[in-house]
């Protein structure tokens, strides 16, 4: 396996310090999808014991970006058309609810978190730095699910969210080659939401996660 570039964990939870280094190794693309995890090497890489890696690398799994295939080992998770159509279909339906209710329920508090974080993003764009603006874009959608107070769709989304930042991650890679493009993805269902247009909104963001998603599971035919 090549090296991952990930720094050693030295103190506090290394096993979380383990997973939260792996995962956003996977997330950031360094790691790609298919690609063999060798534990002993990475272990020795981190610095910490192969029991202690092995439980981050379980706790991944459930996250659904590692795998584990019995007399073969670990491996990043492959992201097949599928896996992204079922993704993206399932974002989009909790993002759409989502949006529908903090834009009719019209709270001050929280629709004052989401413009920061869509402000947030306009700034990441504007500096063009590839990691801040993917983890302004999946924090605006975070800051929506949240906002709901809705409790089991925030415990919903939080099963599926590694898995929608990795599809984040790389739609803003492969799809938008330019910064301005993500911003003009999301600034329509944004605006909905702060005027409190709750059909409107939660019919944008649909559209906003349909478009994406589409466009990724085209791109993932077309290569396969």
């Excluded at 029991?51 to 670990?74: K, M, S």
Aim: hydrophobic share 40%; glycine share 6%.
């Amino acid at each position: 396996m090549k090296s991952t570039q990930l720094r050693p964990v030295s103190k506090l939870s290394a096993e979380q310090q383990a997973t939260e280094s792996l995962r956003e190794s996977i997330l950031s693309g360094h790691l790609k999808p298919g690609e063999r995890i060798t534990e002993t090497a990475l272990a020795d890489q981190l610095g910490i014991a192969r029991g202690t890696l092995r439980t981050g690398l379980n706790r991944l799994a459930t996250e659904g970006i590692v795998v584990q295939t019995p007399y073969v080992g670990w491996q990043v998770a492959e992201l097949t058309a599928d896996d992204i159509w079922e993704i993206w279909t399932l974002r989009g339906s909790l993002e759409r609810l989502a949006a529908t209710l903090v834009a009719k329920a019209g709270d001050a508090q929280v629709l004052q978190a989401i413009e920061a974080a869509f402000m947030a993003l306009q700034k990441a764009c504007a500096k063009g730095t590839r990691k801040a603006i993917n983890q302004c874009d999946f924090t605006l959608h975070q800051a929506i699910i949240e906002g709901t107070g809705h409790q089991r769709l925030i415990r919903q989304y939080a099963l599926v969210q590694q898995q929608v930042r990795w599809v984040i991650n790389t739609t803003n890679l492969l799809m938008h080659t330019s910064p301005e493009t993500i911003l003009e993805q999301h600034q329509a269902f944004v605006q909905a939401i702060l005027k409190g247009e709750s059909e409107t909104a939660g019919e944008l963001a649909w559209q906003h996660n349909a478009h994406d998603g589409e466009q990724l599971v085209q791109w993932v035919q077309a290569n396969a």
